[in-house]
């Protein structure tokens, strides 16, 4: 099991490698020149053009611009954005706030799509269960844009029972209704998940044979169907944090989160290949290290999986 | 901790001498479908007493699972359960759900067919077995596993422990069933319904559980419900028999009624359905007298048969193998293995696995050669590789004159060699294509190797369908509509398109029902030696090749540990494996099963 999680582990070279090399290439590839966008409406002065292109190394070809940021990476300097702040100064800014906003999608989504697939799941064509059924189909077919705007208008500005718009500190207050706003779309994919798995483990035969044994509906199904029942839904929730935390961008736009997403937005909007490489990088982590989690979380729940190295 | 249950072996009352623990009375069961009631068992009538085992015996379709589960509310939603059903006096129907679910595991334990499925995978087998005891029993945790630890020793499992602490996928099926049965007994049931407790399992295993089985009755005193389709399990446990068809008992009686004096008509079909070892085959007609002949090879004494009747039976058991002909095989071999291995190729990190080592075999124009073993030994493996399905790793293997053992994986030269050789594969529900309709499904072979076009297919597609007797007009027909023997025919037409040199088949008839598997083993033989070819029958039942083979192998472990004619194999088997095998076979005739039985326990102790 330890060698199984340490060459996992080894993996993340190649996977960081990777990733910060073709980010950088595409940021490079963008067309415009991005110091002469930060002049703005106003005449360049090619002096100070001339600096900044030589502080952030424009005046390079793309290989030694790479490589002076994969030398700064491991000296532990990631450079500095065009406003002059260190990148890791912004990291440290924007990703603790993103990350609570997608935790909090990820309980929001986990714990109801669960629950509602579960109860949807064990009443099969009943009421309940079409209900849910559609009402799900209606959150998957609408973009996550306009339930945005519906939900922050309706909730937050008419009825007043969430803040519409997200402070500067983005407290967990201020960030209940993007987290569901930004959990909505997976909640209803969680729970056709659950729904379909607890289906097909309510006619399997140890169920039965639970039910045989005089055991409880209610602990038939705690402890026989639904454990059995989460195996693929882990997987699909760990998999979402990642998508959660890089896919934040339309939602924090809406509610004016000052997280990943925002700033992504503008990193690559003006050009600054540096920040946009360091953040995605962050997210391609992220992606990677709660894939292994997941894969863990797999074994402890089915004890027919084994990692062997 | 106090005793819930004596272990200690009490006497065994005489059958059917102890108290009524279940009475059943006008049970009729329907599910809907459709908005209609379809009844699955009707008016059904029996008790069963302390001690006493019932089996109910019937086919695919009869209503004996349904009517037991029943028993218990262990329906699907869609059922309707009327009538009366008495435990002890006390009315099981109609009660509410607390009061069936106090009965359930306590009073009433089932033993279900698949030991693979029916434990919870996730769970150790202990976590499972404490959970039954402590639901019924007030006990502290660790006196509920004590008493699973005993369970588990009770039924003979190796090392309780480790089986405790065990995973289900950890433990091999028959120590599965082991753990289920222990499971079942956990609370001193006064009754259990064993639902086809041995069909999944091997022949060697099924006895073993057999044995379980009746030792834990004459322990436990309980009653048993056995729920099968096997006569050979029947003969061998049964005191008192229930035979079903269609939702209705057609007749019961004692197991001695039943098997010698059959009266209704459905009960005597079933009873010559069943293949039985030693009934005959293709070579010749007599009875093989397998007892007697596992008693010469073993010089066991049998108890239960005189002596001088075991010498008169071994001596005319001798005398037919020495008349048996040895008829010379003509031409050359369709099949010829010489040194074989065959491995699983590895895939990612799974390594490489050799299933089959050393195998020798030959197969001549017009022979049925029948390749016996249990789960594991290679039988399937050796198969898949005569048509080009696994490569061969080492030694040759020739196939209608061709080598193929250095053949390129999908290669010509293996396509080439698939044109003479047909397959037909276990399950005829999985190996036809659900949305063709059958006509296609047996021509698709012969317009692909271009033999036959436009009208000239068309009329061989009947020509086939008249050989497998079904109705021209089924060739529009899909699988769905089909019963599972008609599709099997549909899987020999196919196999039979090409006009193959050698068939192979694989399992064909283990998914089907007694009756249905006599008529395609018919169909089978009579196709054979009207058109034959050679063939190559793998199967688990020793039965089945006993009927259809000139030539039998025996596999254990991937390797062919004895090979010779039928009459060699059945009248005078050699190796140990061999005789092992042979008499775990049960016979559907108690009395002759009893002598079967001894014979068993004197070899397995003489190995020991």
Known sequence: MATYILKRFLQLIPVFLGATLLVYFLVFSLPGDPIVALFGDKPVNEAVAARLREQYHLDQ?????????????????????????????????????????????????????????????????????????????IVIGIPIFVLGFLLQFTIGVQLGWAKPTVSSAATVQDLILPAIVL???????????????????????????????????????????????????????????????????????????PGVGNRLYRAVTQGEGPTVVSIVTVLVLIYVVSNLLVDLLYAWLDPRIRYDA | MTDFITLDPVPAPAPGKGD????????????????????????????????????????SGSGKSASSMALLGLLPTNSRVSGSV??????????????????????????????????????????QIVETIRLHNEVSPDQAKERALRMLDLVELPDPEKAFKSYPHQLSGGQRQRAMIAQSLSCDPKLLIADEPTTALDVTVQAEILDLMRNLRNKLDSAIVLITHDMGVVADLADRIAVMRRGLIVETGTAGEIFHNPQHEYTKALLAAVPHLGQGGAASDDDVDVTAALAAA?????????????????????????????????GEPVLELTDVAIEYPKQGRVPAFRAVEGANLAIYPGQVVGLVGESGSGKTTIGRAAVGLLPVAAGTMKVVGQDISAAKRNGRQLHEMRRHVGMVFQDPSS?????????????????????????????????????VELPRDYRNRYPHELSGGQKQRVGIARALSLKPKLMVADEPTSALDVSVQAKVLELFQNLQKELGFACLFVTHDLAVVDVLADRICVMQRGRIVEQGTRDQILRNPQEPYTQRLLAAVPLPDPEKQRERRELRAQLLSGAS
């Not at chain 2, 623990?21 to 009844?39: A, H, I, M, N, T």
């Open chain 2, 20 to 59: 009524t623990v279940l009475e059943v009375r006008d049970l009729s069961v329907d599910f809907g479908v459709d908005k209609k009631w379809v009844p699955a068992a009707i008016g059904l009538n029996y008790e069963v007493r302390a001690g006493e085992v019932l089996a109910i015996v019937g086919e």
């Open chain 2, 298 to 330: 073993t010089h066991a004494d049998l108890e239960a048969v005189p002596r001088s009747e075991l010498l008169r039976r071994e001596r005319e058991n001798a005398a037919a193998l020495a008349a048996a002909d040895t008829v010379k095989p003509q």
């Open chain 2, 86 to 127: 008495k435990l002890g006096g006390k009315e099981l129907l109609g009660g509410n759900e607390a009061n069936i679910r106090a009965v359930r595991g306590k009073d009433v334990a089932v033993i279900f067919q698949e030991p693979m499925t029916a434990l919870n995978p996730v769970y150790t087998v202990g976590a």
């Open chain 1, 183 to 257: 959990g909505l779309g997976s909640f209803a994919y969680v729970l056709r998940l659950t729904r379909t798995s607890v289906i097909e483990n309510m006619n399997a035969d140890y169920v039965r044979t639970a039910t045989a044994k005089g055991l409880s509906r209610f602990r038939v199904v705690r402890v026989h169907i639904l454990r059995n029942s989460l195996i693929p839904v882990i997987t699909f929730l760990g998999a979402d944090l990642g998508a959660l935390m890089g896919g934040a961008i339309v939602t924090e736009g809406i509610f004016n989160v």
């Open chain 1, 61 to 137: 070809p793309f290989w030694i611009q790479y490589l002076l940021y994969l030398k700064g990476i491991f000296t532990f300097d990631l450079g500095q954005d065009f406003s002059g702040r260190p990148i890791a100064a912004v990291l440290g800014e924007v990703f603790p706030v993103t990350a609570r906003l997608a935790v909090m999608a990820l309980i929001f989504e986990a714990v109801f799509g669960i629950i509602f697939g579960l109860i949807a799941g064990l009443r099969k064509g009943k009421f309940f269960d079409a209900t849910v059924l559609i009402a799900s189909l």
């Open chain 2, 431 to 467: 190996s036809l294509n659900p949305r063709l309709p059958i006509g296609e499904s047996i021509g698709e072979p012969m317009f692909l190797a271009g033999v036959a076009k436009g009208a000239a297919l068309q009329s061989r597609i009947e020509e086939l369908l008249d050989q």
